[in-house]
T-cell receptor, first 114, second 117 residues
Framework: AQSVTQPDIHITVSEGASLELRCNYS??????LFWYVQSPGQGLQLLLK??????LVQGIKGFEAEFKRSQSSFNLRKPSVHWSDAAEYFC????????????FGAGTILRVKS | DTGVSQNPRHKITKRGQNVTFRCDPI?????LYWYRQTLGQGPEFLTY????????KSRLLSDRFSAERPKGSFSTLEIQRTEQGDSAMYLC???????????????FGPGTRLTVL
């Protein structure tokens, strides 16, 4: 069955430090991969997506992610975290054969220390 | 284009009551999705529409849940005889169909937070 695993429930980093959020997926076909961010009480905002091609994708707010097929991973990175990045981050895989529905991980809550 | 809107934003109800939520997608999007998000979890797929046709329903969608999209524009999600376990954030998303390319990203609304007392 298709699934997404985000092994870290909480991560705390200092402002200005680098960030990496981990995501592993289980899916037999070509994955369409996404990272979304959710601030408290808000909906989901798309940070970046991977469909095909270059395995390093750039997104909004200075985020990037790297797709590694051999590791079934799609980790999110940012070189220097800002206090406004504190939020919950969700990795998701899109299932083309099921109407493009999204399967999400459980999320990683990012806290930023000043 | 004001994005996906959902109403109400918050709903508090007593167990056993019926509730209805509305979602207005981005105007040119003909796919519409409903997801449910419980505390500490990622969103889970409930159902989706292509125009007015409901094409898939999750096993999470018990017979107390019904969704409609009568004219292929806005959609409603109704929960009958609510239970405390229905307390969650209900998210709506819309997208273009995958015609020009295999996959089009989904744009999410702010959600409706349901609390069942």
């Amino acid at each position: 069955a298709q699934s997404v695993t985000q092994p870290d429930i909480h991560i705390t980093v200092s402002e200005g430090a680098s960030l990496e959020l981990r995501c592993n997926y289980s899916y037999g076909a070509t994955p369409y991969l996404f990272w979304y961010v959710q601030s408290p009480g808000q909906g989901l905002q798309l940070l970046l997506k991977y469909f095909s091609g270059d395995t390093l994708v750039q997104g909004i707010k200075g985020f990037e992610a790297e797709f590694k097929r051999s590791q079934s991973s799609f980790n999110l990175r940012k070189p220097s975290v800002h206090w406004s990045d504190a939020a919950e981050y969700f990795c998701a895989v899109g299932l083309m054969e099921y109407g493009n529905k999204l399967v999400f991980g459980a999320g990683t809550i990012l806290r930023v220390k000043s | 284009d004001t994005g996906v809107s959902q109403n109400p934003r918050h709903k508090i109800t007593k167990r056993g009551q019926n509730v209805t939520f509305r979602c207005d997608p981005i105007s040119e999007h003909n796919r519409l999705y409903w997801y449910r998000q419980t505390l500490g979890q990622g969103p889970e797929f409930l159902t989706y529409f292509q125009n007015e046709a409901q094409l898939e329903k999750s096993r999470l969608l018990s017979d107390r849940f019904s969704a409609e999209r009568p004219k292929g524009s806005f959609s409603t999600l109704e929960i009958q005889r609510t239970e405390q376990g229905d307390s969650a954030m209900y998210l709506c998303a819309s997208s273009l169909p995958g015609l020009a390319r295999p996959y089009n990203e989904q744009f999410f609304g702010p959600g409706t937070r349901l609390t069942v007392l």
